[in-house]
Each structure stands twice: as C-alpha cells, then as structure tokens.
C-alpha cells in the first residue's frame, strides 16, 4: 500500500479505492484496487463521492471526478489505511 496520495498537492492519502461491483446470476463478487486512483486522501475521498453520478447500484455505472477513470460497471468502495 501506498502512503502517499495519488493527487498533486493533495494531504497525505488516508483511503485505498476499490472497483466494486456484484454479478448476481453468478454469485460472484468484483472487488480490485482502483488503479485509475488507487489512493485517496479525506478531502478528495468526500469529494469524489459528492460529486459523483450515476446509480451507486451493482452493474451500475457511476462517474467519478477521481477514481474508476474507466467507466467501469460497478461503484468505488474505500477502505482506510492501516497507520
């Protein structure tokens, strides 16, 4: 894991971004690392979500002002960084 944020001039990253997504036909979880944006530091984390569109919903598509740069199907999901 990181330590640093991925945005310029951004506070030290405190959050690890994740593409998210269900397939219920199959049972199956999508669950990887963003590396479109794989880190986020809290101000840009809140950022990302407040400015986000789209349905927060499995086989959604959600765009991002920072992570899933992709347009992946799916959400971003965030787990905080171990100290």
Do not use: I, W
Request: aromatic fraction near 14%; charged fraction near 25%; include cysteine.
């Amino acid at each position: 894991m990181g330590s640093g944020a991925a945005l310029t001039g951004s506070e030290a990253a405190v959050f690890e971004a994740f593409l998210y997504d269900h397939y219920a036909e199959l049972q199956q979880e999508f669950y990887e690392q963003d590396f479109t944006c794989p880190f986020l530091c809290e101000a840009h984390k809140n950022e990302n979500e407040a400015r986000a569109q789209g349905a927060r919903v499995p086989r959604g598509v959600v765009r991002y002002p920072y992570t899933n740069r992709h347009s992946a199907q799916g959400y971003t999901k965030y787990e905080r960084l171990k100290p």
